[in-house]
Nanobody, 123 residues
Framework: QVQLVESGGGLVQPGGSLRLSCVAS????????ARWYRQAPGEERDLVAT???????NYADSVKGRFTISRHNAKNTVYLQMNSLKPEDTAVYYC?????????????????WGQGTQVTVSS
């Protein structure tokens, strides 16, 4: 089994910054595509940013130029640097990733979600 654990959320004033981390635990061989989503109260879960195995990135229009997704493969960690935060960025942020892991002698695929971390942007 592979678990994803997010951290780094909190309360920040408009214009401020936060850095979210998503650490994958388990006997991981590789993380392939990783994504950050967010879900505001009463809203659907929306895709925020994607990073491919070779580091290519894509962003939702609403966060382009303000958010940066990155990865540290040796640490099995994905980050989301959020700058120039706005009240409309307030949401629970979720990490999602797929890849491969070892279980005994076998290599298996995983697709996992984290439990979410709250980001609140307010003065």
């Amino acid at each position: 089994q592979v678990q994803l654990v997010e951290s780094g959320g909190g309360l920040v004033q408009p214009g401020g910054s936060l850095r979210l981390s998503c650490v994958a635990s388990g006997t991981i061989k590789s993380i392939n595509v990783a994504r950050w989503y967010r879900q505001a109260p009463g809203e659907e879960r929306d895709l925020v940013a994607t990073i491919s195995p070779n580091g290519d990135t894509n962003y939702a229009d609403s966060v382009k130029g303000r958010f940066t997704i990155s990865r540290h493969n040796a640490k099995n960690t994905v980050y989301l640097q959020m700058n120039s935060l706005k009240p409309e960025d307030t949401a629970v942020y979720y990490c999602n990733a797929n890849g491969t892991y070892y279980t005994g002698y076998y290599l298996r695929s995983f697709g996992s979600w984290g439990q979410g971390t709250q980001v609140t942007v307010s003065s």
